[in-house]
């Protein structure tokens, strides 16, 4: 999964195009042969919308007037960043709080058009070389290329970086980086990275997404420290104003070397992006109601019925829209840690799953607002629907004697309940589930053979909404006899806690890349489930799992790769490692009426603050100039 998102329970489209023929439909674009030898692009299977010598990515505005602000609540974040506080600059490690959105402050040696499932440009290389079995990359740097105080990028510095992070990176970098054996410098401006041959087809295109750091800036600093001093950077923004978990501004760099490349042309238009933090939803709410915050995406569904009324939305000063979401896969859900031996058992698993009433807190609370989550790969191509097909049964077969039933048998789905809050048919085969699985009732509670009493508690940061969403839930789990609660914490000790997975269960929803490969293993296999900072928050170690994730790391083609998915779906619902919750396929946006955008969204992202732009007389026109 490649990031996480404020629309979590308790924090935070079209269709993907399979073969590589229908990838000029899908982008809009006529497709483009990659060239033997020097290229200036790369994709997972070798198919590029863009020609040599394009002119920019076609959902961006060439022309985009620079200037102006947006000041925003961040409603995703990657690696170690946070969307509540923040107490480092250093992103990239597992150490601290990050901001969000540091990765602007650095450039990448090539960059993704978010029009295409996983093609990438050359941002600071001019050009990659890719060995014919894939195992070594040469890119070519831009002389062109430099830090933010002058300084050239040299082939030395990327070097250094790649294996930097592959040391001290943060786990969700020094996973799929083990399988790069080197990155050395081959000449001043030349890099060669070498692989493993075990790596799966996406390190390439990790590899040339990661930061470039200096070098020299590193000398005698400790990378993974945590600090408050901003790194040297490379990028179209450079950090400027902050207040430790309060406010930090990126502040553009007019004259950064890369604003005219083709794959830049349109973006970074903004002087300055601010992103405000808030312990609370309410009190960003607030600050948004009177303009402190100009764009605002919202993950409450009460909110977005009943709270858009004030009179800024009644003069038309802030607009309210429902914006199509990516077509990526998309996953919500409780996570039971199973690395807890009372969650050990599959029949309890689902036993606690079989107390969440999704309809009762859908017409109650989300104001019929969501759909239910099935698959861990929802709203994608890569969910498995009804029963297996031949081709899927052909992936499962040599496992039968390892897995459940259910796996071959139709996708397993969440069961509807009556809307009652406490659906009775439901809470009876839950009963007997964990009678099944050994619990016995003393005394009205579930105990254990050994008499340990079945407890769950629910991890959650600090928030009103918690026991509005949980209440329910935890009153059905006592009717079993389980002993439910929920643990309220801050940010820094959910973030803390998260970490070292030391909770029962805890609430998060996931966003994966448009064609999902190393970020499954940090997600789903057992040696992520003992990697701190890991995302397999559900502590999954199964080896049939491990074996179909390196399937489909190694897949040759994109059918091969959405079969192996769908597979790998049918097998992890059929083990109930979740809760799953809900979703909805649009972005509820609320904006003050100052920005301009592009015509076209792109299908793979939306990328408001890098091709939004700042309109001044919309600013003039409802009184914000300044």
Not at 341 to 355: C, M, Q, S, V, Y
Not at 503 to 529: C, H, K, M, N, Q
Request: proline share 5%; glycine share 8%; aromatic share 12%.
């Amino acid at each position: 999964m490649s990031g996480f998102t404020r629309r979590t329970v308790l924090q935070g489209a079209a269709s993907l195009t399979l073969a590589a023929p229908g990838l000029a439909g899908l982008c809009g674009l006529s497709r483009a042969e990659t060239p033997a030898g020097a290229r200036h692009g790369m994709s997972l299977f070798g198919d590029l919308g863009y020609a040599p010598g394009f002119s920019h990515l076609t959902y961006a505005n060439p022309n985009a007037p620079k200037g102006g602000r947006i000041v925003m609540l961040a409603p995703n974040a990657a690696y170690n960043q946070s969307f509540y506080t923040f107490n480092t600059l250093s992103s990239f490690s597992t150490k601290g709080d990050a901001p969000p959105r540091m990765e602007l402050t650095f450039a990448s040696l090539m960059k993704r058009a978010l029009n295409e499932p996983d093609a990438l440009y050359g941002v600071a290389a001019e050009s990659v070389s890719v060995s014919d079995d894939e195992n070594v990359l040469v890119f070519t740097l831009r002389r062109q290329a430099r830090f933010h105080d002058g300084s050239p990028i040299l082939a030395s510095d990327v070097a250094f970086s790649l294996t930097t992070l592959k040391e001290k990176g943060h786990a969700s970098i020094v996973l799929p980086l083990k399988e790069m054996v080197s990155a050395q410098a081959s000449g001043e401006r030349e890099v060669t990275v070498t692989f493993s041959g075990r790596q799966s087809r996406e390190l390439k295109l990790i590899v040339a997404s990661l930061p470039i750091f200096s070098a020299a800036w590193y000398a005698g600093r400790d990378f993974d420290a945590s600090t408050l001093e901003a790194p040297l950077g490379s990028g179209p923004y450079r950090v400027g104003n902050l207040a430790q978990g309060r406010f930090i501004e990126y502040e553009r760099v007019a004259d950064w070397w890369g604003a005219d490349l083709p794959v830049n042309r349109g973006f970074y238009n903004f002087d300055v992006i601010r992103l405000e933090f808030f312990r609370d939803r309410q009190t960003g709410f607030e600050a948004f109601k009177k303009g402190a915050v100009t764009f605002r995406e919202e993950f409450t569904s009460k909110s977005w019925a009943t709270e858009y009324n004030f009179p800024a939305v009644e003069e038309g000063k802030v607009v309210k829209e429902l914006i199509a979401e990516e077509a990526v896969p998309d996953f919500q859900a409780w996570y039971l840690n199973t690395r807890r031996e009372k969650f050990a058992d599959p029949a309890t698993r689902e036993a606690i799953g079989l107390a969440f009433d999704f309809e009762w807190l859908n017409e109650n609370l989300f104001y019929g607002s969501y759909r239910r989550t099935h698959s861990f790969f929802e709203k994608s191509v890569y969910a498995a629907k009804g029963e297996p097909s031949a081709e899927e049964l052909a992936i499962l077969e040599p496992y039968r004697s390892e897995l459940p039933e259910a796996v071959f048998g139709p996708a397993v789905t969440p069961p509807t309940s009556d809307g009652s809050g406490a659906d009775r048919t439901n809470l009876r085969r839950a009963a007997e589930l964990l009678d099944e699985a050994g619990w016995r009732r003393q005394a009205g509670q579930l105990v254990s053979a050994g008499g340990e009493r079945l407890s769950v508690e629910f991890l959650t940061r600090a928030d009103p909404t918690a026991e509005r969403l949980l209440g329910r839930y935890v009153g059905a789990l006592n009717r079993l006899g389980v002993e439910a609660s929920i643990r309220p914490v801050d940010s820094a000790q959910f973030q803390a806690r998260l970490n070292d997975f030391d909770y029962d269960i805890v609430g998060l929803r996931f966003t994966a890349s448009a064609t999902p490969l190393e970020g499954l293993r940090a997600a789903f296999t057992s040696e992520a489930a003992g990697l701190a900072s890991s995302r397999n928050f559900a502590g999954i170690r199964h080896p049939v799992v491990d074996a179909l994730v390196e399937q489909a790391l190694t897949a040759r083609d994109r059918d091969s790769h959405r079969l192996t998915l769908t597979a790998l779906d049918r097998v992890l619902r059929a083990y109930h490692f979740v809760v799953p919750q809900w979703f909805q396929n649009s972005h509820r946006v609320a904006r003050w009426d100052l920005f301009g955008w592009p015509q076209a969204k792109p299908d793979f992202g939306f990328p408001v603050e890098t091709t939004w732009w700042y309109d001044a007389e919309k600013a003039r026109r409802i009184g914000m100039t300044g």
